[in-house]
């Protein structure tokens, strides 16, 4: 080590490109500048030692918590792992759920008044009141459709279906299509029923996990600023089934979209071919095709709007 370290001084002589530090085994070394000249100064540092405060970590997500000291320290730093970050690295950019919070948690001002907050986050104020004021509205608004029986229009251009029922809707077309006049209107309506309350318990129990996993953590930082998280935490197994669960309700209705829309266009065709005689069966399904257009753009929408989801989650990696 000797006769190697002796040459340590040629790097920082040489001024590699934007070199200020490396390290071997059992040094680490820094180039300094002085009486101009770029010296290295190196020091014994111990690679192995497990960065945990001593037992007193208080950083999230398997971060490493470095100390000013040895003995008797006065502050600590959390240096976080690949996607994650935060003073405590509680927050992560590597999942869909990329909430608001974790955006713009840190331009948010403790103990000031809104008129003097970054103009970010006053936007971010009024556009959440946008958005109430818009939901409120709308759930008026659906609860007067709903009582009234007339108001077809009105229902079908109001409502805003999730994803699911989406699929539900379009495996019921299919249905009809498939069955024609043996379909049962009433039987359906009870079905509708126990599908929903199915759909209300499934989609429930896959995303219970996150509630449970949530907690408050309390941050102060160098400023005197006192800030309070509610974050979520992860183990690796739960991590991987929660983007499994995302992904999941992500791409399944998308498919059973589009593979219905696909069966009630060649169902039809087919019984179009039955009822005309020798009709060219080419040309029949491309007139179905066209007619029926709406069935394959409206799941390629959904996920057009959902995309951004996935940016988010896979940009980190």
Not at 79 to 98: I, W
Not at 170 to 198: C, H, M, P, V
Request: proline share 4%.
């Amino acid at each position: 080590p000797l006769r190697r370290i002796k040459y340590y001084q040629l790097p920082c002589q040489k001024r590699l490109p934007l070199l200020s530090c490396f390290y071997d085994d059992n040094h680490f070394c820094f180039c300094n500048d002085y009486d101009h000249q770029c010296l290295t100064n190196c020091f014994e540092f111990n690679h192995r030692i497990e960065h945990n405060c001593f037992g007193q970590s208080n950083c999230e997500n398997d971060a490493h918590c470095l100390q000013d000291k040895a003995t008797c320290p006065q502050t600590s730093i959390c240096v976080c792992s690949k996607c994650f970050y935060g003073a405590r690295c509680q927050f992560t950019s590597n999942l869909f759920d990329l909430s608001p919070d974790a955006i713009l948690g840190y331009y948010i001002q403790p103990h000031i008044n809104i008129k003097h907050q970054p103009s970010i986050v006053q936007v971010s104020v009024a556009l959440t009141i946008i958005i109430i004021i818009a939901g409120i509205t709308d759930s008026v608004l659906s609860i007067i459709t709903f009582r009234n029986k007339e108001s077809h229009f009105l229902l079908r251009i109001g409502l805003s279906m999730d994803q699911w029922l989406n699929v539900c809707v379009a495996i019921e077309r299919t249905i009809t299509t498939i069955k024609g006049t043996r379909f049962d209107k009433n039987k359906s309506k009870q079905i509708a029923k126990y599908i929903i309350l199915i759909l209300l318990f499934m989609t429930t129990s896959t995303t219970i996990h996150d509630p449970i996993n949530r907690c408050l953590l309390n941050e102060n930082d160098d400023v005197d600023e006192k800030r309070i998280w509610c974050i979520v935490s992860y183990s690796s197994n739960l991590r991987a089934f929660n983007s499994f669960i995302l992904i999941f309700h992500f791409l399944a209705p998308f498919f059973i979209n589009i593979i219905s829309a696909i069966i009630i266009i060649v169902m039809i065709t087919r019984q179009r071919t039955t009822v005309q005689k020798h009709p060219p069966y080419k040309k029949l399904l491309r007139e179905q095709f066209q007619q029926h257009i709406n069935l394959i753009i409206a799941p390629f929408v959904l996920v057009i709007l959902a995309v951004p989801r996935l940016i988010l989650s896979f940009v980190g990696d």
